[in-house]
């Protein structure tokens, strides 16, 4: 599986408060999620995000509360791939969980720049630059994971498995 | 090889004479936990799933908390649905607000007697690792592994490698666990102990009370920990007889102790002595000062409570430094005891009367401005000193507000003075 987008570049600690202020958590709704996506950090993001696009960001990503609602919001805004130095261990599993993809490689962390174009395999983990013609080598996920992914989430994952 | 309490306790639950760092396991549960926030999600997902009933009635722990009593509309559609659950699966540990049992969900599974020592917890709510302080393991997880959890009392771990965070000496007047742990995560960072579990020893631990534990046990997320663990002794043992006289009576529990050739990835030692009156000013909760260097910083809102610093203990030791003090008149103090059970023994105790003399709000249990929810949201420009657990930025308001985390005597201080202050200054 490969996805092609335009980067936006966040640095380290980003939390869960700031991916979605708990003001807005009144609702789980995908679409009320998506309008305030990262609204506390970066307020025109939700307006300026395409279909595909990659997020990218430094060590901790996701730190802080286990709200689910922010790998949904984020997934909600078009987002087909963060790339991160580290992500907290929460929301690392929580993306797992909702089916948003996700990449550990701190050296396309650190390389990847705002507005770069960035593709990425998650079945061998290979992260391109196309904007800056630079590759970086990731740790791919087991096929499961991919999995997972690949349904939209583990609840489909299990559907699917089970013949639901 | 030797295995620390965490690996010991998930080996157990796994039915496993073994387990190392880095293995996946599935692991059996004692209880599994929900919010107001985080169970709404997770209805809708066991719904989806076909499932029909929770795995064990007795198990499952809904606790209303977060937007309660309900803030707006859909906060309180978020309450029906999981009252309306709750009452269709005839869930044990739901209560309605107000009730005696009642409070924030960190303070009273605790308090109530429901987790004892060797159990082992997960939440969807990611300050869960409170009840390490009771030789337990717990840890947040999100809202579809609470769906999974409810239906089929099982989840999957991989298992932690190890911190050990060896304490000597005892605190000096007035530093307590929430100074502890805010010292521990300036040291390591807010990604320290990340993917890890810490547990503590010592003979330093003798000057750490439960509810000081509790607390620390609460704020090892902020350091990116998966749970931290302190080892059984009198002070647990005579916590969990009180707590919960019946099951204590049936020893029905089990304590684990770590091997001594246990692996950790890294040791650290502090004396506690050393540690000040600590403060963690914005946005982050490393970003650790002496609270005696911050006294410059004018503050607007004291909050004194939530999951992290709502206890008898806090709330008791609130009431003794405040006993004949105002709150400066440029400051608004909340104080919001973490359960029923304190706020009735506040009562009694005559505490309420000297906070209502003092000048405070009384607010009944709720998570509410922690999380910016309500009941003492922030304006641009605000700054308040709070006993809570996270500083990020717009955490308790607006993106232009403020809030400095301090243990209770700091933000008592900082109520009376109207700027960041220590008791001694009264």
Same mark, same amino acid.
């Given at each position: 599986m490969k996805v092609t987008g335009k980067a936006f570049k966040y640095g380290d600690n980003v939390d869960t408060d700031v991916i979605i202020p708990a003001r807005y958590l009144n609702s789980s709704d995908p679409e009320h999620l998506r309008q305030h996506c990262m609204e506390d950090i970066d307020a025109d993001f939700a307006g300026t995000v395409s279909k595909g696009d990659i997020m990218v960001a430094g060590k901790n990503f996701g730190c802080g509360s286990s709200r689910e609602h922010a790998p949904v919001a984020i997934k909600a805004s078009g987002i087909s791939l963060v790339i991160a130095e580290s992500f907290a261990r929460i929301f690392f599993r929580n993306c797992i969980n909702v089916g948003l993809a996700i990449l550990e490689c701190p050296e396309a962390a650190k390389a990847i720049e705002q507005g770069d174009t960035v593709s990425a395999d998650f079945d061998t983990g290979i992260i391109e630059n196309v904007t800056k013609n630079e590759k970086y080598q990731s740790k791919p996920f087991p096929d499961f994971i991919n999995g997972i992914i690949r349904s939209g989430g583990l609840v489909e994952y299990t559907k699917e498995k089970s013949g639901i | 090889m030797g295995m620390t309490i965490t690996q010991k306790i998930l080996a157990?639950?796994?039915?496993?004479?073994?387990?190392?760092?880095?293995?996946?396991?599935?692991?059996?549960?004692?209880?599994?936990?929900?919010?107001?926030?985080?169970?709404?999600?997770?209805?809708?997902?066991?719904?989806?799933?076909?499932?029909?009933?929770?795995?064990?009635?007795?198990?499952?722990?809904?606790?209303?908390?977060?937007?309660?009593?309900?803030?707006?509309i859909k906060s309180a559609e978020l309450c029906k649905t999981m009252r309306c659950f709750a009452r269709e699966q005839e869930v044990s540990h739901f209560y309605e607000l107000g009730r005696r049992e009642m409070g924030i969900e960190h303070v009273i599974l605790p308090d109530n007697g429901i987790v004892f020592p060797g159990d082992m917890v997960i939440g969807a709510d990611s300050h869960t690792c409170t009840?390490?302080?009771?030789?337990?393991?717990?840890?947040?997880?999100?809202?579809?592994?609470?769906?999974?959890?409810?239906a089929r009392g099982v989840t999957w771990f991989r298992?932690?490698?190890?911190?050990?965070?060896?304490?000597?000496?005892?605190?000096?007047?007035?530093?307590?666990?929430?100074?502890?742990?805010?010292?521990?995560?300036?040291?390591?960072?807010?990604?320290?102990?990340?993917?890890?579990?810490?547990?503590?020893?010592? +003979?330093?631990?003798?000057? @750490?009370?439960?509810? #000081?534990?509790?607390? *620390?046990?609460?704020? /090892?997320? &902020?350091? !990116?920990?998966?749970?931290?663990?302190?080892?059984?002794?009198?002070?647990?043992?005579?916590?969990i007889a009180k707590t919960n006289p019946k099951r204590?009576?049936?020893?029905?529990?089990?304590?684990?102790?770590?091997?001594?050739?246990?692996?950790?990835?890294?040791?650290?030692?502090?004396?506690?002595?050393?540690?000040?009156?600590?403060?963690?000013?914005?946005?982050?909760?490393?970003?650790?000062?002496?609270?005696?260097?911050?006294?410059?910083?004018?503050?607007?809102?004291?909050?004194?409570?939530?999951?992290?610093?709502?206890?008898?203990?806090?709330?008791?030791?609130?009431?003794?430094?405040?006993?004949?003090?105002?709150?400066? +008149?440029?400051?608004?103090? @909340?104080?919001?005891? #973490?359960?029923?059970? *304190?706020?009735?023994? /506040?009562? &009694?105790? !005559?505490?309420?009367?000297?906070?209502?003399?003092?000048?405070?709000?009384?607010?009944?249990?709720?998570?509410?401005?922690?999380?910016?929810?309500?009941?003492?949201?922030?304006?641009?420009?605000?700054?308040?000193?709070?006993?809570?657990n996270r500083n990020f930025v717009g955490r308790m308001g607006d993106t232009g507000s403020e809030v400095i985390l301090s243990g209770v005597p700091v933000a008592v201080a900082s109520a009376v003075l109207g700027r960041v202050g220590t008791p001694d200054e009264l």
């Open positions: - | 157990d639950h796994a039915g496993l004479s073994e387990v190392k760092a880095g293995d996946l396991i599935e692991a059996k549960l004692d209880y599994v936990l929900g919010n107001d926030v985080t169970t709404p999600p997770a209805i809708k997902i066991f719904k989806q799933m076909g499932s029909d009933k929770v795995f064990d009635k007795d198990r499952v722990c809904l606790i209303q908390d977060h937007f309660t009593p309900n803030k707006d009840y390490g302080a009771l030789c337990a393991f717990s840890t947040g997880v999100g809202s579809t592994d609470l769906a999974c959890a409810m298992v932690p490698e190890a911190i050990k965070v060896i304490l000597k000496g005892s605190f000096n007047k007035y530093v307590t666990g929430k100074d502890l742990i805010l010292h521990l995560i300036g040291m390591i960072g807010v990604d320290g102990a990340l993917y890890k579990s810490i547990e503590f020893e010592g +003979e330093g631990l003798k000057s @750490i009370s439960m509810a #000081g534990r509790l607390t *620390i046990c609460n704020m /090892a997320i &902020e350091c !990116g920990a998966k749970n931290a663990v302190f080892p059984f002794d009198e002070y647990t043992l005579r916590y204590f009576a049936a020893s029905d529990y089990k304590i684990y102790t770590a091997d001594e050739d246990a692996e950790y990835a890294q040791t650290i030692e502090i004396d506690l002595s050393e540690i000040p009156l600590t403060v963690a000013l914005p946005s982050i909760p490393s970003n650790t000062r002496k609270a005696e260097d911050c006294r410059d910083l004018k503050i607007d809102q004291v909050v004194i409570g939530s999951c992290t610093n709502g206890r008898l203990e806090d709330i008791g030791a609130a009431a003794e430094i405040f006993k004949g003090l105002k709150v400066n +008149e440029n400051v608004r103090c @909340i104080i919001i005891p #973490g359960s029923q059970q *304190i706020y009735r023994y /506040a009562l &009694e105790a !005559g505490w309420l009367r000297i906070f209502d003399d003092a000048g405070c709000v009384i607010s009944t249990p709720t998570c509410g401005p922690c999380l910016g929810g309500h009941m003492g949201v922030l304006a641009k420009g605000e700054r308040c000193v709070s006993t809570t």
